[in-house]
């Protein structure tokens, strides 16, 4: 699979700037849920911010996120490994084409929305760490 990318943030521009680099901030696992639910932006930004103050876990720790994405029936899977265990990168990460993934790289979060890689920036060349899918059933 060669994965395409297109520049995206998430719903982000209709409540924030986002024309310059400096009004960019961390908000990949934000970006990455509304890319990957299809849910409002600033929605998910609050229901993080209000799990954030219940757990005591910052909004983009997986601590919270996680238990954010597993309420609304996502799972999270291990890395797909390749050739004696090498992670894959984004580009090449072999998923079915129709589905929707929200992919851990080191140090950030992005979506794979239908083989397309949605995000600020251009992360195909990193590798894929765990990453999350919809429950089935």
């Not at 999270?76 to 079915?96: D, E, F, M, Q, V």
Request: net charge positive.
């Amino acid at each position: 699979m060669n994965t395409k990318y297109q520049k995206s943030f998430g719903g982000r521009e209709k409540y924030f700037p986002t024309k310059y680099k400096k009004d960019r901030t961390n908000d990949c696992v934000v970006r990455a849920i509304a890319h990957i639910t299809g849910l409002d932006y600033l929605s998910i930004f609050k229901d993080l911010l209000d799990l954030s103050l219940k757990t005591g876990h910052l909004p983009n720790e997986e601590r919270t996120y996680g238990t954010y994405l597993k309420n609304l029936g996502w799972v999270k899977n291990s890395p797909l490994t390749h050739s004696g265990r090498k992670k894959y990168k984004i580009k090449n990460i072999p998923l079915n084409q129709g589905n929707h993934y929200l992919i851990h790289t080191c140090g950030h979060v992005t979506a794979l929305v239908d083989g397309t890689l949605l995000d600020s920036w251009d992360c195909r060349e990193w590798k894929a760490q765990s990453y999350y899918t919809r429950a089935e059933g």
